[in-house]
């Protein structure tokens, strides 16, 4: 079935770092694909998409890029902040009838001053 | 505008009691969803509704755990009765219809942690 494997956390970075999180993925068809973020003790937010291959997702200095060839979409970030801490979900969704997000095991981020 | 509002933020019951979880989608989404979020894993969905009809409860566990969708809007999640090993995160999600899906994803609602003793 569809599946979405992420890097293993946790990953701990100084302020400024560059950020990078693997995602790959398997699944029937082209699904959509993207990263949600999870800050403590809240729900989970959509961080970006993209729907069809090499769209590239952008938001809050935030970048994925969907590349079929390779059945990815990291995540990455040239500059990160303490602010930046949180759980990072990469997810897909189906297609067809039964379609579903159907996410990754999440990779917790921190970012120390 | 307000995002999915679920209630309670946190639920401790005993194993054997049972508990249940409420839903609100927003306003116009007619999909809605609940998913459950073990510690340290991704959330993996327990059942979907189109309106008051539930689409895909494949995931659900049957035996022990119900959910209904009155009027297509609100939803409610129960468990009976309780074990250990239900001791996650039940999120809610809600989304707009078929072919909007892809382009939007979902929104989510902040969950109600229950912890099983």
């Known amino acids: 079935g569809d599946s979405v494997t992420q890097m293993e956390g946790p990953v701990t970075l100084s302020e400024e770092a560059f950020l990078t999180i693997n995602c790959t993925y398997t699944a029937t068809g082209y699904p959509s694909l993207f990263w949600y973020v999870q800050y403590p003790g809240e729900g989970l937010q959509l961080l970006l998409k993209?729907?069809?291959?090499?769209d590239k997702g952008s938001n809050k200095g935030f970048e994925a890029t969907y590349r079929k060839e390779t059945t990815s979409f990291h995540l990455e970030k040239g500059s990160v902040q303490v602010s930046d801490s949180a759980v990072y979900f990469c997810a897909l969704m189906t297609q067809g009838g039964s379609e579903k997000l159907v996410f990754g095991k999440g990779t917790k981020l921190t970012v120390n001053p | 505008e307000a995002g999915v509002v679920q209630s309670p933020r946190y639920k401790i019951i005993e194993k054997k009691q049972p508990v249940a979880f409420w839903c609100n989608p927003i306003s116009g989404h007619n999909t809605l969803y609940w998913y459950r979020q073990n510690l340290g894993q991704g959330p993996e969905l327990l059942i979907r509704?189109?309106?008051?009809?539930?689409?895909?409860d494949s995931q659900l566990p049957k035996d022990r755990f119900s959910a209904e969708r009155l009027k297509g809007v609100d939803s409610t999640l129960k468990i009976q009765p309780a074990e250990l090993g239900d001791s996650a995160v039940y999120l809610c999600?809600?989304?707009?219809?078929?072919?909007?899906?892809?382009?939007?994803?979902?929104?989510f609602g902040s969950g109600t942690r229950l912890t099983v003793v």
């Open positions: 999600a809600s989304s707009l219809d078929t072919g909007a899906r892809g382009e939007y994803g979902y929104t």
């Open positions: 993209a729907t069809k291959a090499d």
């Open positions: 509704y189109e309106n008051e009809e539930a689409v895909d």
